[in-house]
């Protein structure tokens, strides 16, 4: 008896599938996206786009892609084009409202919270507009307020990927962190998997200066991420 994977609708990826539908019902993008493939989904649903395939749900989905990979930003034209084209979908204007602060858009991300709010007073995601709402308009406030604090990028750890996770070793001194600085790529969001790396700054005071070097393959695994080592007092 031939077997089929059921797609159903949850609050992650599938809840977009339209309730459940066989995998043979999908189309490549979609099984892409219900498996968290969102980058190779994206690519799908704009070639659906630019087809004319059912534009206004694509789009949303792109939307959503971008969304759901922690990439709300990239999201907001797909969100637009979406609503345009009369999408079905509820909660469009409400992500769409996310997109829009995501880009430092305040005002408008107010107008489209306070319109879901007005017009959703039964969903789920009507008390989080009204909240999404207040610290929208609270915004330009906060952005606009002064800091005694200055971010400055590290020249040997920064790149254009994510940085992020750092502990010391605590016998050498060297800084460990995590990066996406090459490698394969992950499906989920088209950067690159995480690796661990570490540099003993020539400068400690300033960090700066030093020679990277990636963790050994003992640390470092192919095809997953690695990130947030952290060391005992006697490096364990």
């Known amino acids: 008896m031939r077997k089929f994977l059921l797609v159903c609708a949850t609050a992650g990826s ?7 539908a066989t995998t043979d019902s999908l189309s490549k993008a979609d099984k892409r996206f219900a498996r968290g493939e969102y980058e190779t989904a994206i690519q799908l649903y704009k070639a659906d786009v630019a087809r004319g395939k059912n534009a206004p749900l694509s789009n949303y989905r792109i939307g959503e892609a971008y969304r759901l990979s922690n990439r709300v930003e990239q999201a907001e034209s797909f969100y637009k084009a979406a609503i345009d084209g009369k999408v079905k979908a509820p909660d469009v204007v409400f992500y769409y409202g996310q997109a829009l602060k995501a880009n430092g858009k305040f005002d408008e991300a107010v107008a489209q919270f306070d319109a ?27 952005v606009a307020m002064q800091t005694n604090n200055e971010v400055m990028a590290l020249d040997q750890v920064n790149t254009p990927a994510a ?41 400690a005071d300033k960090m700066t200066g030093g020679t990277v070097r990636k963790l050994d393959p003992i640390f470092n695994t192919e095809n997953k991420h690695e990130a947030s080592a952290t060391y005992t007092p006697t490096v364990r």
Request: with cysteine; hydrophobic share 35%; proline share 3%.
């Open 116 to 142: 879901y709010g007005q017009n959703s007073s039964g969903r789920k995601l009507a008390p989080l507009a009204e909240i999404e709402s207040r610290n929208a308009k609270m915004a330009n406030t906060i």
């Open 163 to 203: 940085e992020f996770g750092s502990t010391l070793i605590p016998d050498t001194k060297e800084l460990v962190f995590a990066s996406g600085r090459e490698g394969k790529k992950y499906l989920g969001n088209g950067e690159n998997f995480n690796d661990l790396y570490a540099v003993k700054f020539d400068d």
């Open 14 to 20: 599938a809840v977009l599938l339209s309730g459940c």
